[in-house]
């Protein structure tokens, strides 16, 4: 591959309109050319001198067709070093275009939690014609690995590592590492793992201490013994604590009777807590799923979107039937509608603020589902200091714009309320939908915002209607 960044026509003198090292403005018809023109070397070069965003956004303007014709012509090496810089969905969706041996060749190239990402992304009847065309072994090895979730070690997980049996001598390991450096070549290969006959983890063993010892050593006289390891079903919280409480950079993987399965990388459980966290925003938001790219089908982009949209108009119908029931005293006061929006949107504000600590909490898991009780009294706490200032302040805001001090009260009196619903809502909505098994990512949000929206405008307006005479007078 070649690794040499290109040449900038903005820093680079020497590169100029007619110069083939400067990149196209549309890489994306470069690679087609190329592809179409079978010049395989040279668009596996360009390819390589696109940075991972740029390789990215050029196949973004790329149909199904297209897509194949491209990782047709690339070799599977390069081509599956092309998926491997892709977001996964994306990376599913060029996987999901081509035949399946085609697709099965690239696949072979990945990384093991690649693979298994790759494939459990796709359609399941392409992702089994793909497995189909596999070699049997790793056709099964992979089975295994995409039966797990992808926030747990066994989704996390790599199976490429260099195992042992634990009567091996250090010559034994050397040998070994010398008939099979092909297969290595890509490993981690700071240590070796050292297993039983029933392939059970017993110990650890650092490479570096084959170059002080005997070769007529024993392993397990060197091996760091009883290490620690994680269940293959660890979910990603504790392997964030995990690595949060141990400096290392991987850790093995057993399954319940101790077999050693693979090993979790920092870097792994880094990138699917990011991976996480964005998926979260994106379902607040009302991407139901978790994931969309604007080259994702049209049809499945509006149904995902209509799912959760159509959702909140009934949800909004809720809210504005309450100005409904209200409107005549919203027609005596009109200075109220200058005010509701504010009573909305900063109850929501605080709401939001709730929601966003006890989603921090879940998944650090310092809080539990069954613990409403007292995250409520530790928000509502929040809530009645927060509710004080900001109706202090939006009452005087009142005041000052209509000179009548009880429209400042009805107004203050109403944020207030409303901030101890919404901090009350925030807190405690999504441990309630954690507890009965509910994403509350995808449903706190719209709960909060419908519930504190109907709360606020009846405080408003059902206060203002007990008090209409002193606002009209």
């Known amino acids: ?71 047709e012509a690339l070799s599977p090496d390069d081509a599956a070093d092309l998926i491997s810089h892709l977001p996964e969905t994306q990376a599913a969706q060029a996987i999901g275009s081509l035949e399946a041996d085609t697709a099965a ?48 070690a066994g989704g996390l997980m790599v199976s490429e590592l260099m195992r042992f049996s634990d009567d091996m001598t250090v010559a034994n390991v050397i040998t070994q590492l010398s008939q099979d450096q092909e297969q290595y070549d890509e490993y981690d290969i700071r240590y070796g793992y050292v297993c039983d006959s029933r392939g059970a983890l017993i110990g650890v063993l650092p490479m570096s201490q084959l170059l002080f010892v005997k070769r007529s050593q024993p ?18 919280e504790e392997l964030i604590e995990f690595f949060d409480t141990h400096d290392f950079l991987g850790v093995p993987v057993v399954d319940n009777s101790g077999v050693l399965k693979g090993v979790v990388h ?44 159509s959702i909140n108009i009934l949800l909004n119908i809720g809210a504005a039937s309450v100005i409904a029931i209200f409107q005549d005293t919203l027609k005596s006061v009109i200075a109220l509608a200058v005010f509701l929006p504010i009573i909305s949107d900063m109850s929501g504000c605080s709401g939001n603020q709730a929601v966003a600590v006890s989603m921090r909490e879940l998944a650090l898991g310092v809080v539990r589902p069954a613990e409403m009780l007292r995250v409520w009294l530790k928000e509502i706490t929040v809530g009645l200091i927060n509710g004080s200032v900001l ?28 901030t101890l619903v919404a901090v009350s809502i925030g807190g405690t909505v999504p441990l309630l939908l954690k507890r009965l098994g509910v994403d509350p990512a995808v449903a706190s949000g719209p709960l909060l915002t419908t519930i504190t929206d109907m709360c606020g405008f009846f405080l408003v307006l059902g206060t203002a209607t007990v008090m209409l005479s002193k606002l009209t007078s």
């Open 219 to 236: 392993i397990e006289a060197i091996m760091i013994r009883n290490p620690l390891s994680v269940l293959d079903t660890t979910p990603l």
């Open 391 to 418: 109706g202090l302040l939006v009452g005087i805001c009142a005041l000052i714009f209509d000179g009548n001090p009880y429209l400042g009260l009805v107004i203050g009196l109403a944020l207030f309320a409303n």
């Open 266 to 309: 920092r870097e792994a459980v880094d990138y699917a807590t990011v991976r996480a966290t964005e998926s979260d925003y994106l379902k607040s938001q009302g991407i139901v799923g978790g994931e969309e790219l604007r080259s994702m089908p049209l049809w499945l982009r509006a149904r995902r979107r209509l799912s959760w949209l």
């Open 105 to 152: 060749a690239i696949v072979r190239e990945l990384p093991s939690d690649e693979m298994a990402d790759v494939l459990g992304d796709l359609e399941e009847d392409h992702a089994e014609a793909i497995l189909n065309s596999l070699p049997i072994e790793e056709a099964a090895s992979l089975r295994q690995l995409t039966s797990y979730e992808d926030d747990v």
């Open 1 to 71: 591959m070649n690794s040499t960044p290109p040449a900038n026509l903005e820093t680079d003198p020497a590169a100029t309109a007619d110069d083939p090292r400067a990149l196209p403005e549309e890489p994306w018809k470069e690679m087609i050319r190329l592809a179409d023109e079978g010049k395989s070397d040279e668009l596996d070069d360009f390819v390589s001198s696109l940075s991972s965003s740029d390789q990215a956004h050029a196949l973004s303007y790329l149909d199904e067709e297209e897509t194949e014709r491209v990782f």
